[in-house]
T-cell receptor, first 117, second 109 residues
Framework: DVKVTQSSRYLVKRTGEKVFLECVQD?????MFWYRQDPGLGLRLIYF???????EKGDIPEGYSVSREKKERFSLILESASTNQTSMYLC????????????????FGPGTRLLVL | GQNIDQPTEMTATEGAIVQINCTYQ??????LFWYQQHAGEAPTFLSY????GLEEKGRFSSFLSRSKGYSYLLLKELQMKDSASYLC??????????FGPGTRLSVLP
């Protein structure tokens, strides 16, 4: 079974703090994604990465950065947390398109619920 | 722009059939996915359509019409455990996924 883990289920931080959210997958997937999920807005893509040290901006990258130093680990960084970054953060991974598992391409972690005070 | 629409909420009775619709306008199309998400949990994969037509998987079926930018998820023989949010997502160019807002389904006894 694919396993995607996230470092924390719940996190409370103060405005202005630097926040690190870690995600690890154990299936040797090339692609990894960070989303935030807010009521009525669905999942919105923040950043994704298709290889080590590679990153691409998603729909809402402002206020965030990412790091992918190793294939299995994708970190989301909030440089200076703000109250509007209070949200559920979901990490996902997937293999490259065209492989046998392409029909089940995204596997999600359990999510981190972040509250910024 | 990219846009995916789904009804916000639906209610159905245990044992019934329910159809959840999804319309999309995206940059590129590499496939459409449906996910189930129970409250407080991660989304889990339900189905994938890349060609027009119906894909059946047990009690769940998903339909796609690429020319109309339309899909639906059909749930048969509803059970209480089917109460969840159902997310429609389109994979566009560059393996970029766009998600709809989700449909919260409540199954009543």
């Amino acid at each position: 079974d694919v396993k995607v883990t996230q470092s924390s289920r719940y996190l409370v931080k103060r405005t202005g703090e630097k926040v690190f959210l870690e995600c690890v997958q154990d299936m040797d997937h090339e692609n990894m994604f960070w989303y935030r999920q807010d009521p009525g807005l669905g999942l919105r893509l923040i950043y994704f990465s298709y290889d080590v040290k590679m990153k691409e901006k998603g729909d809402i990258p402002e206020g965030y950065s990412v790091s992918r130093e190793k294939k299995e680990r994708f970190s989301l960084i909030l440089e200076s947390a703000s109250t509007n970054q209070t949200s559920m953060y979901l990490c996902a991974s997937s293999p490259l398109l065209g492989l046998a598992g392409a029909k089940e391409t995204q596997y999600f972690g359990p999510g981190t619920r972040l509250l910024v005070l | 722009g990219q846009n995916i629409d789904q009804p916000t909420e639906m209610t159905a009775t245990e044992g019934a059939i329910v159809q959840i619709n999804c319309t999309y306008q995206t940059s590129g199309f590499n496939g459409l996915f449906w996910y189930q998400q129970h409250a407080g949990e991660a989304p889990t994969f339900l189905s994938y359509n890349v060609l027009d037509g119906l894909e059946e998987k047990g009690r769940f079926s998903s339909f796609l019409s690429r020319s109309k930018g339309y899909s639906y998820l059909l749930l048969k023989e509803l059970q209480m455990k089917d109460s969840a949010s159902y997310l429609c997502a389109v994979e566009g160019y560059g393996q970029n996924f766009v998600f709809g807002p989700g449909t919260r389904l409540s199954v009543l006894p």
